[in-house]
Nanobody
Framework: QVQLVESGGGLVQPGESLRLSCATS????????IAWFRQAPGKEREGVSF????????YYADSVKARFTISRDNAKNTVYLQMNSLKPEDTAVYYC????????????????????WGQGTQVTVSS
């Protein structure tokens, strides 16, 4: 059974940093893509960042570009999201998602692209 477990969320002040972790029950190389999404109260789930497990190529939503960095440690079966210069609008539940297959024609940060989801970790940015 595939499991994705997020950790690292918390309450921080604007301008501070957090690092989220997504631990996978299977090797990260089992997946073609792993991504982070977020959902704020009353809003739709939003794709934040993507990483290819095999090539390491990355992609970011415009709203987080230059502030967030996604990375992977295949030896630890873990994907990270380093979040710097956090803003109140970054407040959301952050989810890790993974998919085994290459899916041409479906946008990289479309939620429907991903098979497996974690339970989420809360990030709150507030002074």
């Amino acid at each position: 059974q595939v499991q994705l477990v997020e950790s690292g969320g918390g309450l921080v002040q604007p301008g501070e940093s957090l690092r989220l972790s997504c631990a996978t029950s299977r090797s990260t190389l089992h997946y073609s893509a792993i991504a982070w999404f977020r959902q704020a109260p009353g809003k739709e789930r939003e794709g934040v960042s993507f990483i290819s497990s095999h090539t390491g190529s990355t992609y970011y939503a415009d709203s987080v570009k230059a502030r967030f960095t996604i990375s992977r440690d295949n030896a630890k079966n873990t994907v990270y999201l380093q979040m710097n210069s956090l803003k109140p609008e970054d407040t959301a539940v952050y989810y890790c998602a993974a998919d085994r297959f290459f899916r041409p024609g479906i946008p990289t940060l479309a939620a429907r692209r991903y098979e497996y989801w974690g339970q989420g970790t809360q990030v709150t940015v507030s002074s």
